[in-house]
Structures are given as structure tokens and as C-alpha cells.
């Protein structure tokens, strides 16, 4: 896939902007806070009918303004040509592409895959495990509606069943035959949810090692996906992970009613990122966590265009300020050697010069409420 234009109305700093892109790299330089990464956030929007930032909709709508908008063309790896669009206004999102004028978030994901690289997602390697839930989520779900559904289901199964809880404990009274639909759906979903995860660990784990070897070839990592009360021997077998998981609940039944609030389920699961046979988290140092980090980035660009008819588009958010020369080129000659269109965010124009990088200079200031 590459995006050959974008135009941005009314998104953070951006009155009107409309920007024609580079098939290669494409550097966007300029003073912080002067609207670069919103770019970024206006492809990922577009990609993932959110920005990659923690940030709120409403909250990205320029100040005394009431909806932004986004639009987007691109080809695809076989030069179909598609188009997508997203404004957002008194809390409500609307979406048009190729297949429809007025689409779900969900039908968006997928059709233009993204990587993402920025210093907040330094926490995949020493946040907690929500993070790195997040990552294995965000890879799954652009290759698998399927999947991508069954994380909506959850959350609505979740927030049901924690009600329910909540009112059990209200009214002192637990009643088997109100939670029990609800805690059979959830067990089911956590045993479909947990099998694709397992085996995408198990497929990105190679391509990491691989990857991180390149970086830091005296070094041994591993992956390790630890699922919420799962043994490892039921991992693969759906009809023994919802045994396990139906005699966990009813030997903790007590303890949920008490708490008021659901204990187990894929929302408690983790991501063990270890190296040289210690975790990551714990005892990995600031170059190595770097250095895992780019390496979990490049294996899962590797993973989704195995995957996916189309070559994921890869975002650098201001990431080669904390990057050394050996790590910047190799992140360069992944983009080089795979022709995949990216684009960098810099505060300095000449960035990418002893990379030997051939880019397109977007000078954000000559972009802003004008066309480059």
C-alpha cells in the first residue's frame, strides 16, 4: 500500500492542510509542537479509525471548531486505488471508504496496515501488561475481522458481567442463573482469544529473534505468552481451556462475588519479554530496551505483510532522536530493502543524509494550511 495524498482539516493545528507523498520515505520536519506527528495521527486515524495516541476524539478537534476531517488516497500493492474518509463531530465518528459511505471503525481496520514506532510505545517492553496486550491486539486485529470482533464481544461481556457483580454485591445476593449466560460467553471467547494469541507469539517469536540477533548478535532473547489461568498444556485445545476455565470459575466464585469484579479472562493476560534469561522488564537496560523494541516493531512489520495482501506502511514518530547510528540504519535498510513506504517525524531536515536515504523533505511549516 501507498498513500499518495492527504487532506486534513481542522485536526489539532491543522485549519487545512493537504500534503502529496513520496512512494519511499518521507521525512516531515520542524520545531516541536508545530503539528508533525498530527500527520502521523491523521494516517493512523485513517488506518485504524483512531490516532495512535492515547488521546480522546473530541479532544483532537482544533480549538473553536466542531469537527475535523480526514481524507486519504492510496494504491494498493496492485494499483487499485482506494480512498477513505473520517470526520468527527458532537461525539459522532463518520466513516466513508471504497465499500461504503457510511462503514464501522471495525470494517476499516486492516485495509491499510500500519507500523507504528514512537517513544510511547516504549511501555511493550517495561509497562505493564495492558501495553503489551495492546501490541499483540493491534497486529492480530489487522489480518483477523474474526478476531477483531471477538475483542468487541469481550468488552461488552465484560462490562455486562462486572455489573452484574457489582449489583450481586449491592443487593448480598449472588443469583447463578443471571451471571451463567454471561460467564459462559466469556469463557468462550477467552478460549478463542487465547489460542490466536498463543499462536501469533509462536510465529512472531523467530522473526524478533532474528531481527533483535541482527542488532545485537551477542544477545539471547524470548517471547512468552501467558495467558490467564491457562495451563500450557491446554493452550492448544479449545475444548480443555474451557474446561479449565469453567472449574476455575467455580472454585472462585466466591471470591468474584466478594469483589465485585471479574478475576479471570484474556484481559488479564501477558507478554514475557525476556532477554539473556532475565526479563526484560526488570533487568533489560535503556539500549537493550531499545533495542527490543525495534526489533518486536520489525518482526511485526514481517508478520503482517506475510499476512496481508498489501506492504504495511510503516509510521516513525520522532524515534531517531533516541536511536544511535547503528540502530537508525538498520531500521532504514529494513525500509529500503522491503520498498515500503514510511514516514519520519524530525525536527531536523538533514536527519536521515548519513543514512544515505533517498526522502521526500516535508517542511511542516510550508504544509500547514497549504500544499506540499
Not at 94 to 100: E, L, P, R
Not at 148 to 170: G, M, Y
Not at 318 to 323: G, K, R, T, V
Request: proline share 3%; hydrophobic share 35%.
Amino acid at each position: 500500500m501507498k498513500i499518495s495524498n492527504i487532506k486534513i482539516s481542522n485536526l489539532r493545528n491543522h485549519s487545512h492542510s493537504e500534503i502529496d507523498f513520496s512512494d519511499s520515505i518521507n521525512l516531515i520536519y520542524g520545531e516541536n509542537g508545530s503539528g508533525k506527528t498530527t500527520i502521523l495521527e491523521a494516517i493512523s486515524i485513517c488506518s485504524m479509525s483512531k490516532s495512535f495516541l492515547p488521546t480522546l476524539d473530541q479532544n483532537l478537534i482544533q480549538h473553536n471548531q466542531k469537527k475535523y476531517e480526514i481524507s486519504l488516497s492510496a494504491k494498493s500493492n496492485f494499483d487499485v486505488e482506494y480512498k477513505v474518509g473520517v470526520s468527527f463531530s458532537a461525539s459522532k465518528k463518520k466513516i466513508s471508504n471504497n465499500d461504503s459511505e457510511n462503514t464501522s471503525p471495525k470494517n476499516l481496520i486492516g485495509n491499510i496496515p500500519i507500523v507504528i514506532l514512537s517513544p510511547d510505545y516504549k511501555n511493550i517492553t517495561f509497562g505493564s501488561p495492558s501495553d503489551r496486550r495492546d501490541f499483540i491486539d493491534k497486529v492480530i486485529s489487522q489480518i483477523s475481522k474474526s478476531y477483531l470482533n471477538k475483542l468487541i464481544q469481550l468488552k461488552k461481556v465484560l462490562k455486562q458481567r462486572n455489573s452484574l457483580l457489582q449489583h450481586f454485591k449491592k443487593q448480598n445476593q449472588y443469583i447463578d442463573e443471571l451471571i451463567e449466560p454471561w460467564t459462559e460467553k466469556l469463557i468462550e471467547l477467552n478460549a478463542d482469544i487465547a489460542m490466536k494469541r498463543y499462536n501469533f507469539i509462536n510465529e512472531l517469536t523467530p522473526l524478533f529473534k532474528s531481527t533483535f540477533e541482527q542488532i545485537a548478535p551477542n544477545e539471547e532473547v524470548e517471547l512468552e505468552y501467558l495467558p490467564c489461568k491457562i495451563s500450557a498444556e491446554n493452550i492448544e485445545d479449545r475444548d480443555k481451556i474451557i474446561e479449565e476455565l469453567n472449574n476455575y470459575y467455580l472454585s472462585r466464585k466466591e471470591v468474584e462475588y466478594h469483589r465485585a469484579s471479574t478475576i479471570f479472562g484474556p484481559q488479564k493476560d501477558d507478554l514475557l519479554i525476556k532477554i539473556n534469561s532475565g526479563i526484560a522488564k526488570d533487568y533489560a537496560s535503556q539500549g537493550q530496551h531499545k533495542s527490543l523494541l525495534i526489533s518486536l516493531k520489525i518482526a511485526e512489520f514481517n508478520y503482517l505483510k506475510s499476512y496481508c495482501n498489501e506492504t504495511p506502511i510503516i509510521l516513525l514518530d520522532d524515534i531517531f532522536a533516541e536511536l544511535d547510528e547503528i540502530r537508525s540504519a538498520h531500521v532504514i535498510d529494513i525500509i529500503k530493502d522491503n520498498n515500503v513506504q514510511s514516514f519520519i517525524t524530525s525536527t531536523n531536515p538533514k536527519l536521515l543524509q548519513s543514512l544515505n536515504a533517498s526522502t521526500k523533505l516535508i517542511n511542516i511549516d510550508n504544509v500547514r494550511d497549504n500544499r506540499a
